[in-house]
């Protein structure tokens, strides 16, 4: 299987288990953590430009599992995490892997965290090194295990 299959595949398996679970994660815990981890994944080179920035709000937006909450509010909350991270790429990661960390607590919705950074990832049907990597990343911070994500 090609990788571009492999990814979309992976993509695609997570988005139907977040779908599935969708009425046990309307926590603000859950919403402050996701969008904390579509920042980290949208910024994962350091950098964000507009069209990628434009892209990931869009698939926020559009996303079954986030629908629960108001859209403007997580707009306003992924974009400042984005912020965070372009003001100073170390320092904002350090913060936003701490807002990540408070669904530790509650392993459904540190998994389903992870699993909306691997969805996000995949979008663009390429999960490059530096995205899984900050993603790793975020599985530490939750005291999970990345190969339980193929991570």
């Known amino acids: 299987m090609a ?3 492999r990814i979309r595949e992976s993509a695609s398996q997570m988005q139907t288990q ?10 603000g815990a859950f ?3 996701s969008m904390a981890m579509c920042a980290l994944v949208a910024a994962a080179d350091g950098t964000i430009d507009a069209a990628e ?3 990931v709000a869009q698939l926020i937006a559009s996303n079954e599992v986030l629908g629960a909450f108001d859209a403007e509010d997580l707009r306003r ?11 100073d790429f170390d320092f ?3 913060s ?3 807002e990540i960390a408070k669904t530790k607590k509650k392993p459904a919705e540190a998994r389903a965290v992870i699993q ?7 979008a663009d049907g390429d999960f490059d090194k530096t995205e899984q990597g900050v993603v790793r990343e975020a599985c530490y911070a939750l005291d999970l295990p990345p190969h339980e994500f193929d991570l």
């Open 18 to 27: 977040l779908i599935a679970k969708k009425h046990d994660l309307k926590s």
């Open 92 to 94: 904002g990661k350090v």
């Open 116 to 122: 909306i950074g691997i969805v996000i990832g995949g």
């Open 3 to 5: 990788l571009w299959d």
């Open 53 to 55: 920035r434009r892209r």
């Open 77 to 87: 909350r992924f974009e400042d995490n984005l912020a965070k991270l372009t003001a």
């Open 96 to 98: 936003v892997l701490q």
């Open 31 to 33: 919403r402050d953590a």
